[in-house]
């Protein structure tokens, strides 16, 4: 699986957008990304994934570049409660074995 | 739907004992995973399960760690003897076994604490 690159923190402003960069300049075409997201002292939440299309959901949206080498998860209206590491994974879809490789992640501070 | 039950949630040992942790996966289930999560780091695979059978343990230390999953459901996992270095969180998680998707449902995790 390829490797991710994540700034090790950011801060960002409640009620704002939070913008969490990874870079996966290794990725594969048959590889997806995914983001996680673990709040202190519980365990990692999924949260989204994509291809090479844009996507979002309930909870974020991810933007991935057309060369895939990078992708952007975006939280349009930050809380206090979204203070987190964030992960950011590529892994084969359908892999056999499904298993997540988690780097170091991003700690975003969301400040009141 | 309950989530992933483990426990203990918190356990203190002495080095050179033995411990060992419980994960209840999500009902049907049939995937189950067992990660060491060391302070600072991300969660590191040590063990998968597809109902009761081992799919990868390439990670996990053989000589002191060991894993099952009996009737595919209840999983347990045990450290015998214990080294400081085992000081971590370890989590369990499930899917579904249509879960190609990467999406995994975590436990909150045992935190392990060797002296």
């Known amino acids: 699986d390829a490797k991710t690159t994540q700034p090790p923190s950011m801060d960002c402003a409640e009620g704002r957008a939070a913008n969490l960069p990874c870079n996966h300049s290794?990725?594969?075409?048959?590889?997806?990304v995914y983001w996680y997201r673990q709040i202190h002292s519980q365990g990692p939440q999924y949260i989204i994934h994509g291809l090479k299309n844009n996507e979002t959901n309930e909870m974020a949206s991810l933007i991935i570049t057309e060369d895939r080498k990078s992708s952007t998860l975006i939280l349009p209206h930050a809380t206090l409660r979204d203070t987190a590491v964030y992960y950011c994974i590529v892994r084969v879809y359908g892999g056999a074995t499904n298993k997540l490789i988690f780097g170091t992640g991003t700690l975003l501070a969301v400040q009141p | 739907e309950a989530g992933v039950a483990q426990s203990p949630r918190y356990k203190i040992i002495e080095k050179r004992q033995s411990v060992a942790f419980w994960c209840n996966p999500i009902s049907g289930h049939a995937t189950l995973y067992w990660y060491q999560q060391i302070l600072g780091q991300g969660p590191k695979l040590l063990i998968q399960?597809?109902?009761?059978?081992?799919?990868?343990d390439s990670q996990l230390p053989k000589d002191r760690f060991s894993a099952e999953r009996l009737k595919g459901v209840d999983s347990t996992l045990k450290i015998q003897p214990a080294k400081l270095e085992d000081s971590a969180v370890y989590l369990c998680a499930s899917s579904p076994t249509s879960a190609m998707l990467g999406e995994q449902y975590f436990g909150p995790g045992t935190r392990l604490t060797v002296t």
């Open positions: 290794t990725i594969s075409g048959n590889e997806y």
């Open positions: 399960f597809q109902n009761n059978g081992v799919v990868d």
